[in-house]
């Protein structure tokens, strides 16, 4: 059903600060953005960005009450998945259950369809189907430039229960469940395929602090080296967590940023097997 994770989207509470960090951290450019409705999603509404860099978006949202967000820091809002046919993949998911945020997609700032999920029908958390504009109609700014990241690999999320989580996915998306197990940090963690897509799921060791939902973690930035996507990062300013990367269970490996210098914000950088 997904075609590729479109764009993480975040929570920031100074839209314009946060521009110009992605601006010198990533070389990521302003594709557009503007004013945002009151929602579900966005309560009281309040203004966006989106940035490009590489082959990928990230959405900014400023919501019109910030008293709740870090004033330095990024907090993880949604996750874009993209469809072929949005009206199709509206009708699928009905039929497997699920219920939307609003009647009929609406266009945003760039051009794309799109539709959120009722977050009572994806363990609380938010994401939206989305159907890309004709490649005519495309905005196509900020796109190759920066560093040179080629997808969004996952989203990651917390979870209560990760057997539970892996069973949710396999029966709400036809999912695949193809590794994981213990962590580093001791906790259990799993990774699931549907469609073109993936997530992994993390059970931290006292899940009990979750209070019985998914909790949104960290993104996968896939290079095609992850060596070479290493120094670009630090030349610009990054560190990470280690000196070099690990494997995990299914042979991707992976390098987490220091969340000092990445707005607090978990994000890994990931070079997939061949």
């Known amino acids: 059903m997904f075609d590729k994770i479109q764009h993480i989207g975040y929570y920031t509470a100074d839209l314009e600060a946060t521009i110009d960090w992605y601006n010198k951290g990533f070389g990521a ?8 409705a009151s ?21 900014l949202i400023q919501p019109a009450d910030t008293s709740n967000l870090p004033k330095d820091g990024l907090v993880m809002h949604h996750v874009g998945y993209v469809v072929a046919d949005i009206h199709e993949a509206i009708e699928d998911c009905k039929a497997r259950g699920f219920r939307f945020a609003a009647d009929a997609p609406r266009t945003n700032q760039l051009g794309q369809q799109l539709l959120y999920f009722h977050p009572e029908t994806t363990n609380n958390v938010l994401m939206h189907l989305t159907q890309l504009p004709a490649p005519e109609n495309a905005v196509a700014t900020g796109v190759g430039g920066g560093v040179q990241v080629a997808k969004i ?10 057997d539970e989580a892996i069973a949710w996915y396999v029966d709400k998306f036809d999912g695949v469940h193809i590794g994981g197990g213990p962590s580093r940090t001791g906790s ?5 395929n549907f469609g073109q897509v993936q997530v992994e799921l993390i059970e931290p060791i006292d899940p009990e602090r979750l209070g ?14 992850i060596h070479a996507g290493i120094d670009d990062c630090c030349g610009r300013g990054f560190k990470f967590v280690a000196d070099t990367p690990n494997t995990n269970s299914v042979g991707q490996q992976v390098l987490y940023f220091d969340t000092t210098t990445s707005l607090g914000s978990r994000m890994h950088l990931t070079q997939l097997p061949d």
């Open 29 to 36: 450019l302003s594709a557009g953005g503007g004013d945002v």
């Open 39 to 59: 929602s579900v999603q966005v309560p009281g509404g309040g203004i966006n960005a989106f940035l490009r860099f590489g082959q990928v978006e990230v959405e």
């Open 153 to 162: 690999v996952h989203a990651g999320y917390l979870v209560p229960n990760v």
């Open 188 to 192: 259990r963690n799993a990774f699931v």
């Open 212 to 225: 019985g939902h998914h909790t949104m973690d960290h993104v996968g930035y896939v290079m095609d080296d």
